[in-house]
């Protein structure tokens, strides 16, 4: 059974940084794209970031481009997202998905 | 970059209904989009996968049919237990708007 745990969210203040991480288990982590997507309050579904099986490709939503940075150590079946320069509007509960299989997400809230 | 357009944003409907959601791609996609359920404070439920294949555990009242740049989520027989938002997801990207599907 897949299942991916995030954690690190938390409270921050604008200009701020944060590390996301999640723990994969149940499947082989180094042969499938991962994903993070996010949802702030009373919004929809937000795609953020997602990477290749082995590191090599990445890709952002404009919203978060040159600020945020997914990665993956393969040996450790994880996932990272490292979040710069914090803004108001990037609070939401973050997921880490892998195809249609997410976590249970975990809150970031960037506030002064 | 891909676009998916949601319809409608909102969907009154009672309870025995059929109730159909489409979701328009800005380009050909083939087969893959995913279609989710997601209900306050909880996180997103997957119910189809590759624009048709019921995820297991789903009720066979829910259905996913279309390809390319055109595709339909239909609830036969609505049930209490449906009435949530629903989404369509270009597969790892991009989302469609939502669809809040509510008691009539």
């Known amino acids: 059974e897949v299942q991916l745990v995030e954690s690190g969210g938390d409270v921050v203040q604008p200009g701020g940084s944060m590390r996301l991480s999640c723990a994969a288990s149940?499947?082989?982590?180094?042969?499938?794209?991962m994903s993070w997507v996010r949802q702030a309050p009373g919004k929809g579904l937000e795609w953020v970031a997602n990477?290749?099986?082995?590191?090599?490709?990445?890709y952002y939503d404009d919203s978060v481009q040159g600020r945020f940075t997914i990665s993956r150590d393969n040996a450790k079946n994880s996932l990272f997202l490292q979040m710069n320069s914090l803004r108001h509007e990037d609070t939401a509960v973050y997921y880490c998905?892998?195809?249609?299989?997410w976590g249970q997400g975990t809150q970031v809230t960037v506030s002064s | 970059d891909i676009y998916m357009t949601q319809s409608p944003s909102t969907l009154s409907a009672s309870v025995g209904d059929r109730v159909t959601i489409a979701c328009r791609a800005s380009?050909?996609?083939?087969?893959?989009v995913a279609w989710y359920q997601q209900k306050p404070g909880k996180a997103p439920k997957a119910l189809i996968y590759?624009?048709?294949g019921l995820v297991s555990g789903v009720p066979s009242r829910f259905s996913g049919s279309g390809s390319g740049t055109e595709f339909t989520l239909t609830i036969n027989n609505l049930q209490p237990d449906d009435f949530a938002t629903y989404y369509c997801?270009?597969?790892?990207?991009?989302f469609g708007q939502g669809t809040r599907v509510e008691v009539k």
């Open positions: 998905a892998r195809d249609i299989s």
């Open positions: 149940g499947f082989t982590f180094r042969n499938y794209w």
């Open positions: 990477i290749k099986e082995d590191g090599s490709e990445k």
């Open positions: 380009r050909n996609i083939t087969h893959w």
């Open positions: 590759e624009a048709s």
């Open positions: 997801q270009e597969y790892s990207r991009n």
